[in-house]
């Protein structure tokens, strides 16, 4: 049962000769005890139910605090593993950049030298075919000619090629 502030204003009781009813008195003090025992007990209950909550609000609190303080370790860890990863991949590129500088200089060096190689070839080979064509020429003469001749020939052919020789 509850009895409420304007129960307790308008309760009238009934009179007798030397007052109020006694019972009717004493029921409604039973009735107010138990009303106020019960609001008593329900105003002690919601106190504890506010000291539990509260403990668990400031330990939600704390929770949370402690998270945010993780979350901003963990970010500024994420942003300087970040950091570490951008200069250990421009240093690779870098690096990468320069082995293949010095890869493509080295090729350019060997081109160089096989053309130069091969200019080399070319001009033996034109003074190979000079050389050939001559000892060919003389060789015809020679065939041409008379005999005295061809001995004439041969001798300053020999002296010929004794001194080249001796070059």
């Given at each position: 049962m509850t009895v409420s502030k304007i129960d307790l204003l308008n309760k009238q009781f009934s009179r007798r000769m030397f007052g109020y009813s006694r019972m009717e008195v004493d029921q409604f003090m039973l009735e107010l005890a138990e009303v106020l025992g019960d609001a008593a007990d329900s105003q002690k209950d919601m106190r504890k139910k506010i000291?539990?909550?509260e403990r668990s609000v400031k330990e939600y609190r704390q929770r949370d605090e402690m998270l945010r303080d993780t979350l901003m370790s963990t970010q500024k860890m994420v942003d300087d593993l970040k950091v570490t990863a951008s200069k250990?991949?421009?240093?690779i590129i870098d690096e990468a950049r320069s082995k293949a500088d010095v890869t493509v200089q080295k090729g350019h060096n060997r081109l160089a030298q096989v053309?130069?190689?091969i200019e080399t070839l070319k001009r033996q080979r034109i003074q190979f075919e000079i050389q050939l064509k001559g000892l060919l020429k003389s060789h015809l003469e020679m065939l041409e000619m008379s005999d005295p001749e061809r001995?004439?020939?041969e001798g300053l052919e020999s002296k010929l090629k004794y001194l080249k020789k001796v070059d």
């Open positions: 000291k539990r909550l250990e991949a421009q240093f053309h130069e190689e001995e004439k020939v």
